[in-house]
């Protein structure tokens, strides 16, 4: 059974950082592309970053880059997401993902992943 677990979250002030960490088990972790998502109150969840399956190959949305970093470690079957210099409007609860296709892309879509851990809220005070 797949598990991804999810970590790292908390509050933080406006500018400050925090480092997401994902723990998978159940499948081998290096043949799966990992995505971190996240879902304010009373918005839809969007894409955040998403890594490649050897993790030479990263794609963020354009409100987060130069900001956040999405990294994996195939020896732990773990995928991080430093975060840097939030914003209040980074305030979410954020989930990371599996996406099982082997595609020569990474995949910003939702329905592309497979897999989905519980989440970890992250709240930025202004």
């Known amino acids: 059974q797949v598990q991804l677990v999810e970590s790292g979250g908390g509050l933080v002030q406006a500018g400050g950082s925090l480092r997401l960490s994902c723990a998978a088990s159940g499948r081998t972790f290096s043949n799966d592309a990992m995505g971190w998502f996240r879902q304010a109150p009373g918005k839809q969840r969007e894409f955040v970053a998403a890594i490649g399956r050897s993790g030479r190959t990263t794609y963020y949305t354009d409100s987060v880059k130069g900001r956040f970093t999405i990294s994996r470690d195939n020896s732990k079957n773990t995928v991080y997401l430093q975060m840097n210099s939030l914003k209040p409007e980074d305030t979410a609860v954020y989930y990371c993902?599996?996406?099982?296709?082997?595609?020569?892309?990474?995949?910003?879509?939702?329905?592309?992943?497979?897999?989905w851990g519980q989440g970890t809220q992250v709240t930025v005070s202004s």
């Open positions: 993902a599996a996406d099982r296709e082997r595609r020569p892309y990474i995949s910003r879509l939702i329905t592309s992943y497979d897999y």
